[in-house]
């Protein structure tokens, strides 16, 4: 999987389509990735004990093949490359740019 937690995405298919937010986690096996602000539903909650009932809203998992990582000298989504450096170093990079991933 090219992409790592803490990267900066952007949704391209779905309800969410063309929202932007940061990887909160990253389930190779399944393919997918979680990402801040999209793909968002709401949980209710029953009481339990002396805590209250509530809706809770969080985020589900998106697929993979529906995300695109931000190239921020472009403004637009990217693909990720990879490169080996001199010393035999696996560096992510854009693939677009040539530039490498901070992360």
Known sequence: MKLRKNDIVIVTAGKDKGKQGKILSVFPKEMQVTVEGANKYTKHVRK???????????????????????????????RVAYMIDKQGNKIRMFAKTKKAIES
């Not at 339990?48 to 969080?58: A, F, H, L, M, W």
């Open 48 to 78: 339990q004990g002396e805590r209250s009932g509530e809706k809770v809203v969080r985020e589900r998992p998106l697929p993979t093949a529906n995300v695109a990582i931000y190239n921020p000298t472009t403004k637009k989504a990217d």
